[in-house]
């Protein structure tokens, strides 16, 4: 849901790569419900493992609780999101960890894109 987001909200701006330690098989079909109330279509994505590759490619790696799974680099700027696992959970579980996922990305934006900047950064 995060890159959903953020490439959503970015307009394209940013560039997204999306992993995960442990990602599962198939992407959640209740996220997948809870971003398509807010107009934003991830059927279609796959969930990917996370890699050392993607993690040094990236300028800001935005974790959910992966702790010693995820590689650690110097330099690279991390943020640790806790947030409620929306696996398994219900539609109206799920709504409000998207919206305090939306409130997230909407801050890191700004913090990535200055008001006015239309250049191309990564994440």
């Known amino acids: 849901m995060a890159a ?3 490439h959503h909200l970015s307009n394209g701006r940013i560039e997204v790569r999306s992993a995960g330690s442990a990602p599962g ?3 959640n079909p209740t996220a997948v419900e809870a971003m398509a109330e807010e ?3 991830i059927s279609a994505n796959q969930p990917r ?4 590759e993607a993690v ?5 790696v935005i974790t ?17 999101w806790e947030l409620d696992d929306p696996a398994g959970q ?5 709504r409000p960890i998207r919206d305090a996922i ?3 990305v909407e801050t890191l934006i700004t913090e990535l894109l200055p008001a006015g900047d239309s250049s191309k950064e990564e994440s």
């Open 64 to 80: 959910m609780g992966c702790g010693d799974a995820c590689p650690i680099y110097p330099g690279k700027r991390y943020e640790d």
């Open 102 to 104: 939306r409130d997230r």
């Open 39 to 41: 107009g934003i279509d």
């Open 4 to 6: 959903a987001y953020l």
């Open 25 to 27: 098989v198939a992407v």
């Open 49 to 52: 493992v996370l890699t050392d």
């Open 56 to 60: 040094q490619a990236s300028d800001v």
């Open 90 to 94: 219900g539609i109206d579980t799920v």
